[in-house]
């Protein structure tokens, strides 16, 4: 490296984790520190910036710099070696008298990946709410005008288009339960729930509660826990939700008149939880999953059969519940499916 960068700045800059390059008059590289190397070409120095970061628009906005503007900055997106979204900060440092001469401005590079990804994770899962939400309302304002004008005087009609609303409506409010489920789940993510809960009361619990929607099916709920322990540390209004959603999947997903069993075991060790635990399966007869299905389930909003899942007041937001619940219990959720035989979920829930 040239003279132009004494010890005491190129220390300074080397500290900083983030990749920094000092350009001088001629948009020449006098310097990059360690982290800079990754993104810039090799053989940059003292060449034009265009050879080692040929990107137009970082180096009309370093131009503009070394000639005399105070700031500039670009957004850019690199694909290779690895997709990533840059900021790119290009500050005139031509005043600054503790710089040794000819550098006279200070590139510095951040990568805004992960904030991008989180961005466009949240646009999209507000438009995929106002979507969802949207149908439901669309239904109720199209029968609401019938009802006004051509069912006027049509009392079985009024009947038939009342009950549809009342189902929508429904459906809309089991929408934004789930969703405040959701944001409350999302929100105690960070902290291990603390309560003892025996597992088995709750499975207790969800069967008095899910009984009934097995017998309009003439599905039988069979239940078989193991006698060893079933008390761990967790939060009970979450996992009742958990098996809650899970049970109810398995009597509408599975084939009427078939039994969805219910089992507990202790697994004293769990690779993805690095030990023991308890293990709570739930496992239905019915057309089960297709492999490639399989690990989108647990996406926000995402149904096999959209249509089929709608008919049965489905929310798609059930499994992705599910899964934050368990891993805000350190758990691992485990879901086996064979086409046209039926799925297995599986909750292990660290002891
Ligand atoms: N036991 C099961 N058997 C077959 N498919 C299932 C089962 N459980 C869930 N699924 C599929 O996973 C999708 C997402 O489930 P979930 O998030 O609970 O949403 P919802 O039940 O509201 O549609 C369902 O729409 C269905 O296609
Ligand atoms: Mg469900």
């Known amino acids: 490296m040239t003279t132009v960068i004494d010890n005491f700045n190129a220390h300074l800059l080397e500290a900083f984790p983030d990749p920094v390059v000092l350009l001088n008059r001629a948009r020449e590289v006098v310097f990059a520190n360690q982290a800079a190397h990754e993104v810039l070409e090799a053989n940059y120095n003292d060449r034009d910036l265009a050879q080692s970061f040929p990107v137009p628009d970082v180096l009309a906005a370093a131009e503009a710099v070394v000639n005399g503007e105070a700031i500039r900055e670009v957004d850019i997106s690199l694909s290779v070696p690895v997709p990533r979204n840059l900021k790119i900060r290009i500050v005139s ?31 999209d899962f507000v438009a995929n709410v106002s979507h969802e939400l949207r149908s439901p309302i669309a239904s109720l304002i199209g029968i609401i005008e019938t009802l006004q004008g051509p069912a006027k005087d049509d009392p079985e009609g009024r009947e038939r288009f009342l009950s549809i609303m009342g189902d929508e409506s429904q459906r809309m409010a089991r929408m934004i339960d789930d969703l405040l489920s959701l944001s409350r789940v999302e929100t105690s993510e960070r902290l291990r729930p603390q309560e003892q809960v025996n ?15 097995a017998e309009e099916r003439k599905m039988e709920l069979v239940f078989d826990f193991a006698a ?5 540390a967790g939060d009970h209004d979450e996992l009742m939700e958990v098996f809650q959603n899970l049970i109810d999947n398995a009597i509408k997903y599975g084939r009427e008149a078939s039994s969805v ?31 490639d299905q399989l690990p989108r389930l647990t996406e926000r909003f995402y149904r096999v059969d959209k249509g089929r899942s709608r008919k ?8 992705a519940i599910v899964k934050h619940i368990v891993s805000h219990h350190r758990g691992h959720l485990s879901i086996k499916s064979t086409l046209g035989k039926g799925a297995t979920f599986t909750v292990y829930l660290p002891l």
Do not use: C, W, Y
């Not at 710089?99 to 989180?118: C, N, P, R, Y």
């Not at 690779?271 to 089960?288: L, Q, Y």
């Not at 049965?312 to 499994?319: D, F, I, S, V, Y």
């Open 199 to 213: 597992v088995i009361d709750l499975l207790e619990l969800t069967r008095e509660l899910l009984i009934g929607r």
């Open 312 to 319: 049965l007041g489905g929310t798609g937001l059930g499994l």
């Open 228 to 232: 060893d322990i079933s008390v761990l």
């Open 93 to 123: 440092i031509a005043d600054a008298v503790a710089m040794a001469e000819g550098a006279v401005a200070l590139m510095v590079f951040q990568d805004i990946s992960s904030e991008t990804l989180a961005e466009q994770m949240r646009q």
């Open 261 to 291: 069993r219910i089992t507990t075991g202790l697994v004293e060790h769990i690779p993805e939880i690095g030990g023991a635990g308890i293990a709570v399966a739930i496992e239905n007869k019915g057309d089960g999953i297709a492999p």
